[in-house]
């Protein structure tokens, strides 16, 4: 680093006020207290997002325009592209499954990627892009709910379990979307928010002075968790938990997927699929599947009721780890959603007639729940509240 000061901000995850110095290539600046990383200066960034956006669109655009993947099984022939599994399963009556696979693997990568390119192209251009700061706010929003990554997880879980009973064939569809979720990770890395941020309420700035108009931007870059005391959020991870808990007893205990062959029918717990891919030696894919859909939800319980239960109690005790705590749980919930995604894929690929069928079970339904849920939870969760000073009467 320079020894030139930059500017002062306050840590989004523990309220701690830090004056931070220029940074050079390739360095990140850190939080001293928490270990947050505030800000990254990567070399080339904005050039970087905006060659990977657009090869990640052109991708996108190839994996939704041929076939995705073929099941071969005694003579028949079943072939999908990617968006006809949204078809159907609004088909067999799991809109909200169909809608949550569309929204998270299609809808929101192509909402931050084209945000990125309007973004970006007026920074490059030294412009204020119309409301640009609600954009970028939106873009870092949707940032944990595009779930390309783990859709092609599911997908090769899928497949591995298809595997034993048929032969599958991937088409060019499948190739582009492994490429466009390549490029599409590739485009996020290179996200820096503090920068981002600094760079349009500078834009913003420079526009409101040459246009005369009173500055409206002190607040603006500044995290909605940057005071201490939000104690509505207690209350409300609280609400979010306890739902979640309750959904996670059917999720587990009612099929997740009815497989019907040859007039004979077949439900499927998650611990059922589970210890049939562990008997079927797939044992990766055994632990994979437990992990993300049985420990994951579980360790977010308990760490989320944890986390909660000592800021209402005012707990100054193991701050920083109970901060490093909330960052993995932050970061691990949205795997949960590998088996979703692998029924998803199932009970859109195999539609044999009589021959055989595949359908969600009532528990899809419920683990979505709860997926979602305790990701609200760990969203509504304000981690400044673990470096507040207990408070005594």
């Not at 834009?203 to 939000?230: A, C, D, H, M, R």
């Not at 986390?307 to 490093?324: D, G, H, K, W």
């Amino acid at each position: 680093m320079t020894k030139k000061t930059r500017e002062q901000l306050n840590c989004t995850e523990c309220n701690l006020q830090v004056k931070l110095q220029r940074l050079a290539v390739g360095e990140k600046a850190m939080c001293p207290r928490c270990g947050c990383i505030l800000m990254a200066n990567h070399a080339e960034a904005f050039e970087r997002i905006l060659a990977f956006a657009i090869a990640a669109l052109i991708l996108l655009f190839l994996s939704l325009s041929f076939d995705f993947v073929s099941l071969h099984y005694q003579g028949q022939v079943h072939t999908i592209r990617l968006l006809d599994t949204y078809f159907i399963l609004h088909e067999q009556n799991y809109l909200i499954i169909a809608l949550l696979l569309v929204i998270t693997i299609i809808a929101f990568p192509l909402i931050v990627l084209c945000s990125l390119l309007y973004l970006i192209f007026f920074i490059n251009n030294n412009h204020y892009p119309l409301k640009g700061l609600i954009i970028a706010r939106v873009v870092l929003a949707l940032l944990p709910w595009s779930m390309a990554e783990i859709f092609l997880i599911g997908v090769l879980v899928s497949l591995i379990k298809i595997s034993t009973m048929a032969n599958v064939s991937l088409g060019l569809s499948f190739y582009a979307y492994v490429l466009f979720s390549i490029c599409y990770i590739a485009a996020i890395q290179f996200i820096d928010k503090q920068n981002l941020i600094n760079k349009l309420m500078m834009l913003k700035t420079k526009k409101q002075s040459f246009e005369n108009l009173p500055s409206e931007i002190v607040e603006e870059g500044k995290s909605s968790k940057n005071s201490y005391g939000n104690v509505a959020s207690i209350q409300q991870t609280w609400a979010l938990l306890i739902t979640s808990f309750f959904l996670y007893f059917p999720a587990n205990l009612l099929p997740i997927m009815t497989t019907r062959s040859l007039g004979k029918e077949e439900l499927n717990t998650i611990l059922g699929g589970v210890i049939v891919l562990w008997q079927s030696g797939s044992y990766p894919i055994a632990i994979v599947i437990f992990i993300a859909s049985i420990v994951v939800p579980v360790i977010k319980f308990v760490v989320l009721a944890w986390l909660n239960y000592s800021v209402q109690q005012q707990s100054n005790e193991f701050q920083l780890q109970r901060a490093q705590l909330y960052r993995i749980t932050e970061f691990i919930g949205r795997w949960s959603m590998i088996d979703i995604f692998a029924v998803a894929i199932l009970s859109s690929l195999i539609q044999l007639g009589t021959t055989m069928t595949i359908h969600p079970g009532h528990a899809a339904m419920a683990f979505c729940g709860v997926v979602i849920l305790t990701m609200f939870a760990a969203n509504t969760f304000d981690s400044t509240l673990i470096w507040k000073k207990k408070t005594t009467l």
